[in-house]
């Protein structure tokens, strides 16, 4: 996960475009992160991210347009939340424990979708 060597751990990752997604990955994101475009979505892999079991990471998406594509580990739980015009697509683990995603997505069209590596 977030290796806080030196760093503030309450730190939030602030991602911010007009027109156009974002995409976050590789191994080190902050605990929480924030996503705001008008018009575009979050593209998010954790699957190279070492979340310990019981940490959160929490990710929260704004737009008008656009949805949430999250791949995680199948050991990671996700929580969604926030008030969206789309689904929740998540087959999810089964067993209590490990760590988790809290994804709160805010916007007027989009889903979330979570794929399990």
């Not at 977030?2 to 997604?21: L, Q």
């Not at 590789?26 to 924030?34: D, N």
């Not at 990710?59 to 594509?69: A, D, N, Q, W």
């Amino acid at each position: 996960m977030t290796k806080n060597e030196g760093r503030d751990a309450r730190r939030t990752d602030f991602r911010v475009s007009i027109i156009g997604g974002h995409r976050l990955g590789g191994a080190v994101i902050q605990e929480r992160t924030l996503t705001a475009s008008l018009v575009g979505g979050a593209d998010i892999d954790l699957t190279d991210v070492d979340i310990p079991d019981g940490a959160e990471i929490r990710i929260t998406k704004l737009s008008l347009v656009g949805g949430v594509r999250l791949r995680v580990r199948p050991d990671v739980r996700v929580k969604v939340g926030g008030l969206r015009l789309g689904g929740v697509s998540d087959d999810g683990p089964s067993e209590p424990g490990g760590p988790t995603v809290r994804v709160d997505a805010w916007g007027l069209v989009g889903g979330v979708r979570v794929e399990r590596d």
